[in-house]
T-cell receptor
Framework: GENVEQHPSTLSVQEGDSAVIKCTYSDSASNYFPWYKQELGKRPQLIIDIRSNVGEKKDQRIAVTLNKTAKHFSLHITETQPEDSAVYFCAASRGSNYKLTFGKGTLLTVNP | DVKVTQSSRYLVKRTGEKVFLECVQDMDHENMFWYRQDPGLGLRLIYFSYDVKMKEKGDIPEGYSVSREKKERFSLILESASTNQTSMYLC???????????FGSGTRLTVV
């Protein structure tokens, strides 16, 4: 089955800096890669996703890049703010309607 | 606003008890999923369902079963609860064509 590795497990940045979280996947048939943000005590929420026919996608301060050849994808957050502090999970699946395999998560702390 | 509702936020059960965790969605979603979330291990898939009365094993089905008698309801059953099943349990749903999951708020189960 699919295996998703996520790094780093913790990341601490100063407010205004950029943050990058990286994931690799093992199943070459995977073609859908969402990112979820989970604030403390709350449910995970989808923040951005990318499909395999696209190399990059942006939504305001967040962007995701995908390298299918290398089987890795990354989340980029620019101009970080304290409210970006949360656990971020990457995931992969064979389609947006298929089961997701998640990475182990990254705890992002943005220091004021 | 779409909703996935889990019946209990916190639950304490004794070893050997039969435990039912209930999840209801009001979005007419075809797909429903049960994950458990543990620190350092991320979200791991227990069972999922693409249709009424249909179920498929995820990555860690041992010790669990599920029931989907109606489209909107997906139940997770711990046949004989054990202490290693102490965890946060997250239910999610999605449309057959995606995208992404909507998660419930989670049930924190403690088995003593």
């Amino acid at each position: 089955g699919e295996n998703v590795e996520q790094h780093p497990s913790t990341l601490s940045v100063q407010e205004g800096d950029s943050a990058v979280i990286k994931c690799t996947y093992s199943d070459s048939a995977s073609n859908y890669f969402p990112w979820y943000k989970q604030e403390l005590g709350k449910r995970p929420q989808l923040i951005i996703d990318i499909r395999s026919n696209v190399g990059e996608k942006k939504d305001q301060r967040i962007a995701v890049t995908l390298n299918k050849t290398a089987k890795h994808f990354s989340l980029h957050i620019t101009e970080t703010q304290p409210e970006d502090s949360a656990v971020y999970f990457c995931a992969a699946s064979r389609g947006s309607n298929y089961k997701l395999t998640f990475g182990k998560g990254t705890l992002l702390t943005v220091n004021p | 606003d779409v909703k996935v509702t889990q019946s209990s936020r916190y639950l304490v059960k004794r070893t050997g008890e039969k435990v039912f965790l209930e999840c209801v969605q009001d979005m007419d979603h075809e797909n429903m999923f049960w994950y458990r979330q543990d620190p350092g291990l991320g979200l791991r898939l227990i069972y999922f369902s693409y249709d009424v009365k249909m179920k498929e094993k995820g990555d860690i089905p041992e010790g669990y079963s599920v029931s989907r008698e109606k489209k909107e309801r997906f139940s997770l059953i711990l046949e004989s609860a054990s202490t290693n099943q102490t965890s946060m349990y997250l239910c999610a749903s999605s449309l057959l064509q995606g995208p992404g999951y909507t998660f419930g708020s989670g049930t924190r189960l403690t088995v003593v």
